[in-house]
């Protein structure tokens, strides 16, 4: 079996010396590109990636924390919200339950007012239908007193009852 990677160089060189040229040029090589491209070219594009990256998870983190300062502050404000909504619940609720005791008393009250009126004015219709009654009943007493003096009694007795008469009902009066 043939060795798969053969080494093709002049046949003055040998093998080994071949290898070190060539471990030895790759050394410089690495060397050169480690010394001189490297800090050159390529480092300050990683360094500048790298400060690129950190700046951008900086910023992610200063936007998260952000939103979630403003969620909180909204949470809360929708706390206080519903809060100061239902406190004006509670206000308005009680304003009108007063308002309603309020109404309910006054009306209470007209009506108590107007049953008393009603019921002043029917005494006073009360105490004018007696007042009239005793009228009309006096002079049917005094029509036939008259009429009953005037058959039976002559005109002295009958001027005298009557005058009797009307002393007793100024003094029952």
Known sequence: M?????????KEVTDLQWLMVTGIGF?????LVLAKVWPGMIRP???ERHQGIIQ???QVESTLRETKELRDDYRSRLEGIEHET???LEEA?????ALREQILA???ANAKAIVSRGEEEVSRERAKA???LRRQFVEGVIGAAQYAASRSLGAPQHKRLIEEFTKELGARS
């Open 93 to 97: 609720v009680h304003e009108a339950e």
């Open 45 to 47: 594009h990683l360094v």
């Open 106 to 108: 006054e009306a209470a």
């Open 130 to 132: 007696m007042v009239l």
């Open 86 to 88: 239902k406190r004006r």
């Open 2 to 10: 043939e060795f798969p990677w053969i080494l093709e160089h002049t």
């Open 56 to 58: 951008a998870a900086e």
């Open 27 to 31: 050394l410089l090589v690495a060397w």
